[in-house]
């Protein structure tokens, strides 16, 4: 499991170190520069100091080391008067002024210079200064090499620190209570914790809404199937005493009107809880014209057995995106919501024209209709319209959810409702994509 707090350690601490180590870089160049300068003053110094008579002999070496300055002498007549270290390796002649010479034990630094009447050559191995910048660049650095763990161990607890507001929200989530989906409090956090807190409290918010929204349908749907499955149970009951055949029939016929009405109405609910706003839809292109045509021609016997004249007025061509299955069950709910409350003899007409290059369908009836004053309550699941001045008694059975999923599916695929009054004075219906 991935930590952020040992990813911030092993990035700080290596971000310090490549640091520290430039810096040390740095100090070894500046030190250097100033040991050079340092040793080629030393070096002029050492070539003042040499008396200026000449030598009569070769001195003997005073030192077999190759350590600290070589010095050789020259006669004006260029015979070797003194080498100092006689093995050590450097140019026969000397070259005026400062130089660097390459030996096959390493980099020397030449200082040649007339001396009286001598030729003065002082060298020095460059590894020296590079050891004295080198103590120094470590002298400087090793105190911070030192503090590199505390540095870490502070890292740590800082760091730890930092986290721990994400520390204090996960505890209050873990000890909630399943049900418990009041948001956080969002007090005495960073400004970079803030918006994790929102996002988890607007999370929060919506599945309150869900849960809400869930529990009022199980509630509503309990409700509204216990009637008719009571009504079953006492037609069951009716059928199991009936005494002779005429009336076993009526109860068999009352048995399967009210199996049928349950059905009907489980159908419906399952719907609905299909139609739910977090279903996911498969979106296709839709030809509304075909799939208009293969409602109505699905309810033409409905409409038949119902003495309701029911047609495709007009038929314009139109395509749509959209998911066609939940798109079928909204026409069908319309269409036979138009047939049931139609009476005998009345007509439906099904349209589809366009509207400033909008897609509209109209089913239109000659039914009772709806007040223009409940038009909104009758999207609400389980509403339903009852007498009134402006509007007959019906005697259609229902469940009050058919208007309900029909505005649910019309949201899913883009599409607004519109309830109206139609020509022959009945409920008109508009959907337009």
Not at 270 to 275: F, M, N, P, V, Y
């Amino acid at each position: 499991m991935r930590s952020i707090r040992r990813q911030l350690l092993i990035w700080l601490l290596a971000l310090v170190i490549v640091g520290v180590g430039f810096a040390g870089w740095l100090i070894y160049r500046q030190a250097l520069a100033e040991a050079n300068e340092l040793f080629d003053y030393q070096l002029q110094q050492i070539a003042a100091a040499l008396p200026s008579e000449p030598f009569s002999s070769v001195l003997s070496s005073r030192s077999e080391s190759d350590e600290g300055v070589v010095i050789q002498i020259w006669n004006r007549n260029g015979a070797l008067m003194y080498f100092s270290h006689p093995r050590v390796p450097l140019a026969p002649h000397a070259e005026l002024g400062f130089s660097t010479e390459m030996t096959p034990r390493g980099e020397w630094r030449v200082y040649s210079a007339i001396v009286g009447d001598n030729v003065v050559q002082l060298a020095q191995p460059l590894s020296i200064r590079n050891r004295v910048a080198a103590g120094v660049a470590w002298r400087t650095l090793w105190p911070l090499v030192l503090l590199l763990p505390l540095l870490g161990l502070a890292i740590w607890v800082i760091v730890g620190l930092g986290l721990a507001p994400l520390q204090r929200v996960t505890r209050a989530l873990d000890t909630r209570h399943p049900e418990a989906l009041d948001p956080l409090s969002d007090r005495r956090l960073p400004q970079e914790v803030r918006p994790v807190v929102r996002a988890l409290n607007a999370l929060l918010s919506r599945l309150a809404a869900a849960l809400d929204t869930q529990k009022a349908f199980v509630a509503d749907a309990a409700h509204e199937l216990r009637t008719p499955l009571a009504a079953v149970q006492i037609q069951a009951q009716l059928v199991a005493r009936a005494q002779d055949d005429e009336t076993r029939r009526e109860a068999l016929k009352d048995l399967h009107e009210g199996i049928a009405r349950a059905t009907r109405l489980a159908e419906q609910l399952l719907a609905l809880a299909r139609s739910e706003p977090d279903g996911k839809a498969a979106l296709a292109s839709v030809d509304l014209a075909a799939l208009l045509e293969s409602c109505v021609r699905g309810y033409v016997l409905v409409a038949q057995e119902r003495g309701v004249d029911l047609g495709i007025e007009a038929s314009e061509p139109a395509t749509v995106e959209g998911d066609p299955d939940s798109l079928r069950v909204m026409f069908n709910n319309l269409i036979d919501n138009a047939t049931k409350y139609t009476p005998r003899g009345g007509r439906v007409d099904v349209c589809l024209r366009a509207n400033e290059g909008h897609p509209v369908v109209d089913i239109s009836d000659s039914g009772p209709g709806i007040p223009e004053e409940e038009r909104e309550r009758v999207f609400d699941r389980f509403y339903r319209v009852g007498e009134s001045a402006n509007r007959p008694r019906t005697d259609v059975s229902g469940s009050g959810l058919g208007l309900a999923i029909v505005k649910r599916i019309a949201d899913q695929n883009g599409a607004a409702v519109a309830l109206g009054e139609s020509q022959a004075g009945g409920l008109k219906v508009s959907v337009t994509f």
